[in-house]
């Protein structure tokens, strides 16, 4: 998805991680500058001066995050956890919105040094960029067709799997009702697919004008584009689906028992002392 096209979704990063591995989450997070630099390092064939230059932004990154936004991250996993279960649609509203901005702002970091290191590419290199998006595309698409579940049923295992994340484990009656509410989720994988093609199609050729005096300008545009893909129908189901999602988790919450709600409060705890330690250990407040 979008999120993949040379932008990372670094929050959503830090909570999967915290997550994985919530009793080292220190230790997994002091790792991630590395993880970003291996993700950016496969796009081409890069010099050892440029492999230390993706190293060295990403480093830049994780200490930018690190002093900018993980106290927003607590805020925010401390906004969820004080959540009204008989009114929840408000937090939950509150809640999508700052973990946008979020993204958002973290994504908006990588704007300058892409266009620097950018001006920078070889013809070779940008071809092979343009084949390693190739590349990933041909693999989402075979990934599509082994795939045997229906297009919502994988949407119905995401929200699973996102709710157990955050310690809950769906009741049948939770499950039924999110695949009862899953009717009206609008199908834009396809639309996704071929506007994301589009994007990265017009981006390479970008790249080969990085010697034009104002290819600044315009690579800066364009990467600001990616948050805007689509037309007013296309941005339509976007939104209704993302308002659609609001519903379904309010939705959870509202029919929450005492059991989930202590495994929700247990987890959301596991991952506030992972991030306090880091900020502990950054010495940031």
């Known amino acids: 998805m979008r999120k993949k096209i040379l932008k990372i979704c670094f929050s959503s990063a830090v909570i999967v991680l915290l997550s994985s591995c919530s009793l080292a989450g220190s230790w997994v997070y002091e790792r991630l500058d590395d993880y970003l630099a291996d993700y950016f390092k496969e796009f081409a064939d890069f010099s050892d001066e440029q492999r ?13 995050f690190s002093e900018n936004e993980l106290l927003n991250v607590v805020a925010l996993l401390e906004d969820i956890k004080e959540i009204d279960i008989e009114n929840p649609e408000q937090t939950v509203k509150e809640s999508y919105a700052k973990g946008e901005d979020i993204f958002r702002r973290s994504n908006n970091y990588f704007k300058k040094p892409i266009i620097s290191f950018s001006k920078r590419l070889t013809k070779d290199q ?11 595309r041909n693999e989402r698409e075979e990934e599509r067709n082994k795939e045997k579940k ?11 799997a996102g709710f ?14 999110i695949n009862i509410n899953l009717a009206s989720h609008n199908n834009t994988r396809e639309e996704w697919s071929n506007l994301q093609q589009d994007w990265v199609e017009e981006f390479i050729e970008l790249l080969k004008t990085n010697q034009s005096y104002d290819y600044e300008m315009k690579m800066s545009s364009y990467l600001s584009s990616l948050e805007n893909l689509g037309n007013e129908n296309f941005r339509e189901k ?13 939705l959870v919450f509202l029919t ?25 250990k950054r010495k940031v407040n």
Not at 150 to 160: D, V
Not at 164 to 173: A, M, P, Q, T, V
């Open 52 to 64: 230390q230059e993706i190293q060295i932004v990403s480093e830049e990154f994780l200490n930018w």
């Open 238 to 250: 976007i939104n209704e689906n993302e308002i659609l999602a609001i519903k379904i988790i309010s």
């Open 164 to 177: 157990d994340r955050i310690g809950i484990n769906l009741r049948e009656d939770q499950i039924d009702a």
């Open 126 to 136: 940008i071809k092979q960029i343009g084949s390693h998006f190739d590349e990933l």
């Open 256 to 280: 929450i028992d005492e059991k989930q709600f202590k495994g929700f409060n247990r987890s959301l705890d596991v991952y506030l002392k992972s991030i306090n330690r880091i900020l502990s």
């Open 150 to 160: 229906e297009y919502k049923e994988r949407i119905l295992e995401n929200y699973i």
